[in-house]
């Protein structure tokens, strides 16, 4: 299996309970959401003008993917940001570039849409998971903040 196996598309109604189960390899026995409530949610997405959830496919089977939200900005001469969420690849299809072509392909269409920056988050400490961020073309050059609902994911 090679990096140019991947096919990269927009998420579409039909991908959601794959894509809620591939999400699971964001943090294993993370709650689901019933399947009524993710399809409102995806309906959000589709009238959110900026927001898309993409998808890597290969063989058929979704092995990656990453929500990008374009956000409208009063800085920066008006020109928006792009922030990308979300980030997962199939424990069993890492380490093959598939992450790294979901964040170009990303990162692109987030650059087309004017976007002054992309930027991401991520809650690993995991110095592979900061060199695959870093390989990806990401620098780490802020620090981050946040207030929390609910409990951050374990760094698995």
Known sequence: MNATSLKIRSAGRSDLTSLIDLYQHL??????????VAEEIFEKFLTYQGSEIIVGEVAGQLVASCTLVVVPNLTRGGRPYGLLENVVTHRDFRNHGFGRQLLHYASDIALKADCYK????????????IQFY???????????????????????
């Open 27 to 36: 943090s294993e026995g993370d709650e689901k959401p019933l399947l009524t």
């Open 118 to 129: 992309v930027m991401l988050m991520t809650g690993s400490k995991k110095p592979e998971t």
């Open 134 to 156: 870093l390989g990806a073309g990401f620098e780490q050059s802020k620090i981050g903040f946040q207030m929390r609902r609910i409990p951050p994911r374990p760094d698995t």
